[in-house]
């Protein structure tokens, strides 16, 4: 059972991919946030036969909505309609930073990375099984 993570960016979008297991999360590329992203998703979450997809709520650690939360909620609603899979948001807030605190000089800002860290936390939540 592979899981899709994504991390919703206005415009980059990353994407990771867990192994077979759903234990580990890997970043996988990063895509951008065009007119294509929806069949570019779709076809990755196809070609990789995920079993569910971890998408990245964007709300504020307090909860409340920033400037993209409604973009990445209505992207979210499409992405449920098209994948077939079942897609759980995940709070991904200081997300890009854990990433950042890992990745090489000069690479800090890694949307692939953040989608890892993003996946990897639904995996440990246990909320795949």
Sequence with gaps: MRILGID????????AISDENASF????????NDAFLLENIVHVATEKKVSAIAIGDTRAEGGGANRVTAQADAFMEKLRARV????HAVREAWSSLEASRFA???KERDDAASAAIILQRFLDSGAKR
């Design 84 to 87: 077939g899979v079942p897609v």
């Design 104 to 106: 090489p000089k000069g």
């Design 8 to 15: 919703y960016g206005t415009s980059g979008v990353g994407l």
């Design 25 to 32: 999360a890997f970043p996988l590329e990063t895509l951008h």
